[in-house]
């Protein structure tokens, strides 16, 4: 289903109205999320959970959705372009993530890791506090990542050097991985 048909499945007749635009990319189409306060998704065209991700924002905010790029959408664009110039390390966009608190706890962590760098998902889940057998329900939690390049769920790899999952494939991953590598000092 296209992401429009989605946005409109799950609108309402609310008051409260959440904007999406869709910018292009050298990954593909890329669509943002956001109100006039917080960006709440990021996302491919073609990213496994978008019926999810845009149902849960629906269900949290009882919004309509409206096809317009807002303030905060505008942001996220000058910084999607400053990221894929290689001038931007870490987004500064202001976020809002609906998910369980061991979800964002993954999430946090994962805005903590630098520009360029890689980390195991048992590694992540050490860090977490966690055994490095928790490394499968961290990447349930990075599938579930609702703002893809902005929270880095890109930058987890599989411990046997192979490349792990992403919901929005791994070719996209490998690019982003290559990208980042090019462009850290």
């Known amino acids: 289903m296209s992401l429009n048909k989605i946005f409109t499945k799950y609108s309402t ?19 943002g999320v956001a109100d006039d306060s917080f960006l709440y998704m990021v996302c491919f065209e073609d990213s496994k959970n978008n019926d999810k991700n845009i149902q849960t924002i629906s269900k949290e905010l009882s919004c309509n959705f409206v096809e317009e790029k807002n303030k905060v959408l505008a942001k996220f664009q000058d910084e999607l372009a400053a990221y894929l110039e290689g001038n931007l390390k870490k987004f500064t966009v202001p976020l809002k993530m609906f998910g369980s608190d061991f979800q964002k706890d993954v999430w946090n962590k994962l805005l903590e890791m630098p520009y360029g760098s890689t980390q195991s998902y048992g590694d992540l889940a050490k860090s977490l506090g966690r055994s490095a057998s928790h490394a499968r329900a961290i990447g349930a939690a990075c ?15 599989a411990s046997n050097a192979k490349g792990g999952g992403f919901s929005s494939g791994l070719d996209r991953k490998e690019w982003l991985l290559n ?6 000092s």
């Open 179 to 184: 990208h980042e590598k090019k462009y850290t």
């Open 143 to 157: 599938g579930a990542n609702p703002h893809l390049l902005v929270i880095p769920c890109h930058r987890l790899v």
């Open 13 to 31: 007749e609310s008051g409260c109205s959440v904007y999406f635009h869709t910018f292009d990319s050298p990954l593909g189409k890329i669509t």
